[in-house]
T-cell receptor, first 115, second 114 residues
């Protein structure tokens, strides 16, 4: 899973600031998924994107959160006006195709701390 | 509501002491069940995908099995390097065909002492 690159690995933000998390998928992968892992909780799906399209955002909070995967460059998960409850590990995964026979590879995650 | 429950939450074994981890699920149509390994501070590492009841897959000391209601991850003669959190996830019908949108359990934290 070293092929999925996330940065930064650790991010500290004060309440009210914006957090930008970046994800570069494995080479050749055009499907990207974001998950959030709260302390003592399981991974929760947030959003699924293909290049320039949001396919499924059923797990995204309605406010303050947005995601994009532009034609060029990494996928970005943006959290505006962060609050303490946003502190969590955010993981990105990518896959070659959307079929169920394709495993998704995860990155190392970005650990967001809101102070 | 689709749900995944893993047990036990934590398991301590002596090196060489075989055991099993449980993943029970309730889902409206199973597309696939996945096992991942997660080390502290790292992202999940894919282990297995199972698609239908009766299916089994093996990798080194690990063997995953699937029934209509649960999956087991059997660990034979574990070593200290097998210590990690093991995550189970399901993909439910009704979602898109991607492996994204997986429903994860909270995991079983395995510790293997030498």
């Amino acid at each position: 899973n070293a092929g999925v690159m996330q940065n930064p690995r650790h991010l500290v933000r004060r309440r009210g600031q914006e957090a930008r998390l970046r994800c570069s998928p494995m080479k050749g992968h055009s499907h990207v998924y974001w998950y959030r892992q709260l302390p003592e909780e399981g991974l929760k799906f947030m959003v699924y994107l293909q290049k320039e399209n949001i396919i499924d955002e059923s797990g995204m909070p309605k406010e303050r959160f947005s995601a994009e995967f532009p034609k060029e460059g990494p996928s970005i998960l943006r959290i505006q006006q962060v609050v303490r409850g946003d502190s969590a590990a955010y993981f990105c995964a990518s896959s070659l195709t959307p079929t169920q026979n394709t495993e998704a590879f995860f990155g190392q995650g970005t650990r967001l701390t809101v102070v | 509501e689709d749900q995944v429950t893993q047990s036990p939450e934590a398991l301590r074994l002596q090196e060489g002491e075989s055991s099993s981890l449980n993943c029970s699920y309730t889902v409206s149509g199973l597309r696939g069940l996945f096992w991942y390994r997660q080390d502290p501070g790292k992202g999940p590492e894919f282990l297995f995908t199972l698609y239908s009841a009766g299916e089994e897959k093996e990798k080194e000391r690990l063997k995953a099995t699937l029934t209509k209601k649960e999956s087991f991850l059997h660990i034979t003669a574990p070593k200290p390097e097998d210590s990690a959190t093991y995550l189970c996830a399901v993909q439910a019908a009704g979602y898109g065909g991607s492996q994204g949108n997986l429903i994860f359990g909270k995991g079983t934290k395995l510790s293997v002492k030498p």
